[in-house]
T-cell receptor, first 111, second 116 residues
Framework: DQQVKQNSPSLSVQEGRISILNCDYTNSMFDYFLWYKKYPAEGPTFLISISSIKDKNEDGRFTVFLNKSAKHLSLHIVPSQPGDSAVYFCAARTGGFKTIFGAGTRLFVKA | EAEVAQSPRYKITEKSQAVAFWCDPISGHATLYWYRQILGQGPELLVQFQDESVVDDSQLPKDRFSAERLKGVDSTLKIQPAELGDSAMYLC??????????????FGPGTRLLVL
């Protein structure tokens, strides 16, 4: 049972444009959400997070939006850069702090 | 910048053999996690340590997998015997504590295991 779903295995975007990565979840008990970025041959690195009491969190070029009623969150990257090409994992936590990861979306930013 | 160290980076073994992976967390991090990432999927928690104690090993296949963190610092994950389905990336992560939902986990580069 996939509690965190990233339905797009890959996304291709032109440099300078917006990248939008989507994530859906099923467990209404999740109260904290994270995005991780992973380059080949490296472990995932934390990118940005959002608490369930907020609907938006921004950090530089990265913004995460949370729609609790739809159980949906998205990561916006503006403007996209070639160095953003990586696999992006959506993750969610309950009060027990166990982190559940989605399957990831591979982002290609074309120069 | 402090990093989580893992070794080996790559391991090829034959089924029924034993394999072991090592992880050295960031100094001072009390919580250590072992994840397994199968190709095309996200990381899945196998075991979580708080200091030397196991906090969660509910997803660890205990008939063949074992993990230890004897002195509450570095950790070893062992598989015996290895099966074809164990081929995956094994990731180690650490955090200062598991007591806060907003705690950031720092991941090592992983060990890629191929079982033939």
């Amino acid at each position: 049972d996939q509690q965190v779903k990233q339905n797009s295995p890959s996304l291709s975007v032109q440099e300078g444009r917006i990248s939008i990565l989507n994530c859906d979840y099923t467990n209404s008990m999740f109260d904290y959400f994270l995005w991780y970025k992973k380059y080949p041959a490296e472990g995932p690195t934390f990118l940005i997070s959002i608490s369930s009491i907020k609907d938006k969190n921004e950090d530089g070029r990265f913004t995460v939006f949370l729609n609790k009623s739809a159980k949906h969150l998205s990561l916006h990257i503006v403007p996209s850069q070639p160095g953003d090409s990586a696999v992006y994992f959506c993750a969610a936590r309950t009060g027990g702090f166990k982190t559940i990861f989605g399957a990831g979306t591979r982002l290609f930013v074309k120069a | 910048e402090a990093e989580v160290a893992q070794s080996p980076r790559y391991k090829i073994t034959e089924k029924s053999q034993a394999v072991a992976f090592w992880c050295d967390p960031i100094s001072g991090h009390a919580t250590l996690y072992w994840y397994r990432q199968i190709l095309g999927q996200g990381p899945e928690l196998l075991v979580q340590f708080q200091d030397e104690s196991v906090v969660d090993d509910s997803q660890l296949p205990k008939d063949r997998f074992s993990a230890e963190r004897l002195k509450g610092v570095d950790s070893t994950l062992k598989i015996q015997p290895a099966e074809l389905g164990d081929s995956a990336m094994y990731l180690c992560a650490s955090s200062t504590t598991s007591g806060r939902a907003r705690e950031t986990q720092y991941f090592g580069p992983g060990t890629r295991l191929l079982v033939l």
